[in-house]
Every structure is written in structure tokens, then in C-alpha cells.
């Protein structure tokens, strides 16, 4: 069971937008920035939004990220083939003293 | 940017095993690093952390007791010394850099190194 929550998948269709959520508390998510994680099969992940809206260089606008309280999300427009893996929201725990990530989102476009 | 795992194996239950994570490209001393593991179809799980020069050290609870992190910032390398193994460790063991500004985030990973606890 993992600290921060997502849904397990969502779809849609290429070209469309996709949103996922990640649900944490207020000794995490609540006190601390969001960063956001995309993993295909078998590669290592790689950041894509970091201090809960912030995209590093070389990451396509088309991937936006917001936090409200203690939740955050993260939107894909312009739905891709490309896009398909899975998404890993992650913080810092203040109570637990420790690194949380999201059990993880799979991305299908169908 | 590289980081680099190494160490894993098969190991039987109740075993030892120390993975190594050599880092180039950035001031390594300069920067927390953590062990993530992922189970096979699994998530990403944190199992520890230690802040820049070794300050600080952090552990899942899953761990604690079991696995000690550790660093030398002269060597550019970040260890795993993992003892009394169950089953249950079995995964890839993945080390990653923090990124930026002050918050959670980690912009550098390596591609693990494989861990399999069975007899």
C-alpha cells in the first residue's frame, strides 16, 4: 500500500488529454512540493515536473502538472502513442521521514 | 550525468550482498542520493536516503535494521549493504541523484542492478 495514491490506469484517445491524481496527507503532499515520473518497460524513470508545476528542459509542454491541498495532478494533452507508460508521483513524508512515491498510473491511448 | 549500479546477483535467503552506484558528471558530494527497488510489474519503492557528505541517513520501514547506505564522496559511490534477505527483496535496485532546488525531486537515474533472493 503506498503512501500516495493514483489510479491504478486511464485511456484516451490520441489527441485527447489525459489527467491522473495523486492523493497524499498533510505530512507530505500538504507540506512539501510534488515532482512526477514517467517510466517505460524495462528503462529507468525520468523526472518530468518537479517543485509541483515546473518542467526540467527538454520536456514537451504538452505535460502539466498542479497541486491543491494535499492532492496534485498531473495532465498530458495531445494524447501520443509515445506517451504510453507508466506515471509515478513522489515527495518527501514529514511524519515517516522518507521519500513517497505514488503506486504508479499506466497510460494506455487507445 | 551517469549512474552506474552494480552488485546484484542471486543471493539465498538469510544473505548479504553490497551494491554499488558509481556517479560522474556532477559534484557528488553535493547531493542526497537514494536506493529505490522495483519488484517485477511493480512500483517504485524508496528504501533509502542519505543527504550530501553523509549527514544524514533515512530507511524504509521495510529495511531498517536490515540495509545500511552509505557513501564515499572521494570514490564518487554510493553503496547498498543489504543483510539478512528475504524473498520479498527480490527486485531491481535503482540509485538516484536529487535534483533540483531544495525540494524531492530526482532528475538522474541508473538502470538498476538485479537482485534475486531465492535457494
Known amino acids: 500500500q503506498s503512501v500516495l495514491t493514483q489510479p491504478p490506469s486511464v485511456s484516451a484517445a490520441p489527441g485527447q488529454k489525459v489527467t491522473m491524481s495523486c492523493s497524499g496527507s498533510s505530512s507530505n503532499i500538504g507540506k512539501n512540493y510534488v515532482s512526477w515520473y514517467q517510466q517505460f518497460p524495462g528503462t529507468a524513470p525520468k523526472l518530468l515536473i518537479y517543485?509541483?508545476?515546473k518542467r526540467p528542459s527538454g520536456i514537451p509542454d504538452r505535460f502539466s502538472a498542479s497541486k491543491s491541498g494535499t492532492s496534485a495532478t498531473l495532465g498530458i494533452t495531445g494524447l501520443q502513442t509515445g506517451d504510453e507508460a507508466d506515471y509515478y508521483c513522489g515527495t518527501w513524508d514529514n511524519s515517516l521521514s522518507a521519500v513517497v512515491f505514488g503506486g504508479g498510473t499506466k497510460v494506455t491511448v487507445l | 550525468v551517469q549512474l552506474v549500479e552494480s552488485g546484484g546477483g542471486l543471493v539465498q535467503p538469510g544473505g548479504s550482498l553490497r551494491l554499488s552506484c558509481v556517479a560522474s558528471?556532477?559534484?557528488?558530494?553535493?547531493?542526497?542520493m537514494i536506493w529505490v527497488r522495483q519488484a517485477p510489474g511493480k512500483g517504485l519503492e524508496w528504501v533509502s536516503v542519505?543527504?550530501?557528505?553523509?549527514?544524514?541517513?533515512y530507511y524504509a520501514d521495510s529495511v531498517r535494521g536490515r540495509f545500511t547506505i552509505s557513501r564515499d564522496d572521494s570514490k564518487n559511490t554510493l553503496y547498498l549493504h543489504m543483510n539478512s534477505l528475504r524473498p520479498d527483496d527480490t527486485a531491481v535496485y535503482s540509485c538516484?541523484?536529487?535534483?533540483?532546488?531544495?525540494?524531492?525531486?530526482?532528475?538522474?537515474w541508473g538502470r538498476g542492478s538485479l537482485v534475486t533472493v531465492s535457494s
Open positions: 542519505i543527504f550530501g557528505r553523509g549527514e544524514r541517513t
Open positions: 558528471g556532477f559534484t557528488f558530494s553535493n547531493y542526497a
Open positions: 517543485d509541483n508545476d
Open positions: 538516484a541523484k536529487r535534483g533540483y532546488g531544495s525540494s524531492w525531486n530526482f532528475d538522474y
